[in-house]
């Protein structure tokens, strides 16, 4: 299997590891963590879903999908449920936010690893 190395600055060190945990949290339906991440305009502001609209929106995608799940259910990142793309984008994410907390602790740059 080949190899990739991504240089990048702390900016999009935090893109990256924002859009890999919303991945990784929409394949195991965790659509409340999923849905913290969004913000919506409104009443001439930018600001968060509130939390009865994100029950309600969570509530309506589960429906859509056919998921019988109770609302504030969801599949553990290893349940066989789970495509290996959503544990491989969690494992990614881990592995940034881990390196740049270790970075940050010890006020030099990250080695991704």
């Known amino acids: 299997m080949r190899e ?3 240089k990048v600055n702390e900016e999009q060190l935090w893109v990256l590891e924002e ?3 919303v991945l990784a949290r929409m394949g195991t339906k965790q659509y409340a ?3 913290d991440h969004v913000e919506v305009l409104g009443d001439d502001r930018f600001g968060m879903l509130s939390y009865n609209d994100r029950n309600m929106l969570q509530q309506k995608i589960r429906e859509a999908e056919g998921c019988d799940m109770p ?3 969801s599949f553990g990142i290893y349940s066989e449920e789970i495509s290996d793309k959503f544990r ?3 494992d ?3 592995v ?3 390196t740049r907390s270790w970075a940050n602790a010890k006020h030099e740059p990250a080695e991704m690893g």
Do not use: H, P, S
Request: proline share 0%; charged share 10%; aromatic share 24%.
């Open 71 to 73: 609302y504030n259910a």
């Open 96 to 98: 940034l936010r881990f």
């Open 33 to 35: 963590m999923v849905l």
């Open 92 to 94: 990614i994410y881990q």
């Open 88 to 90: 491989v984008a969690w």
């Open 19 to 21: 859009a890999l945990e």
């Open 4 to 6: 990739y190395t991504i």
